[in-house]
């Protein structure tokens, strides 16, 4: 999430918006949004097995600790998925310097 704000200014300047969401509590989503200096919208409260159903995503539900793995998402202006990456665990991201990349070669810079 925080290379994802140091990248920032290069989302905006091509009209392209950043937008995070976590099944942590306001609370916790807060102090994340503190820690990493965040400046773009970060949802919170998310139900990690109803949004594991609606998008693909895995979601792990130990005992008493439901998570989501991380899951990334591009979106094309209509709201449809260009791409999607789907982590089963500590690794598998979406990276932002592969996710700018594909932004300049969807743009034709």
């Given at each position: 999430?925080?290379?994802?704000?140091?990248?920032?200014?290069?989302?905006?300047?091509?009209?392209?918006?950043?937008?995070?969401?976590?099944?942590?509590?306001k609370?916790?989503?807060?102090?994340?949004?503190?820690?990493?200096?965040?400046?773009?919208?970060?949802?919170?409260g998310?139900?990690?097995?109803?949004?594991?159903?609606?998008?693909?995503?895995?979601?792990?539900?130990d005992?008493?600790?439901?998570?989501?793995?991380?899951?990334?998402?591009?979106?094309?202006?209509?709201?449809?998925?260009?791409?999607?990456?789907?982590?089963?665990?500590?690794?598998?991201?979406?990276?932002?310097?592969?996710?700018?990349?594909?932004m300049?070669?969807?743009?034709?810079?």
């Amino acid at each position: 999430m925080a290379d994802y704000q140091e990248h920032l200014a290069e989302f905006s300047k091509r009209g392209i918006d950043v937008i995070a969401a976590s099944s942590e509590t306001k609370e916790e989503a807060e102090e994340t949004i503190a820690k990493l200096g965040l400046s773009y919208p970060v949802a919170y409260g998310i139900d990690p097995a109803a949004f594991a159903e609606l998008t693909g995503a895995f979601f792990a539900d130990d005992d008493d600790d439901r998570y989501l793995h991380a899951t990334g998402f591009i979106l094309r202006p209509d709201q449809t998925v260009d791409i999607a990456v789907y982590s089963t665990g500590a690794i598998g991201r979406l990276e932002v310097e592969d996710s700018l990349n594909l932004m300049k070669f969807r743009l034709k810079e």
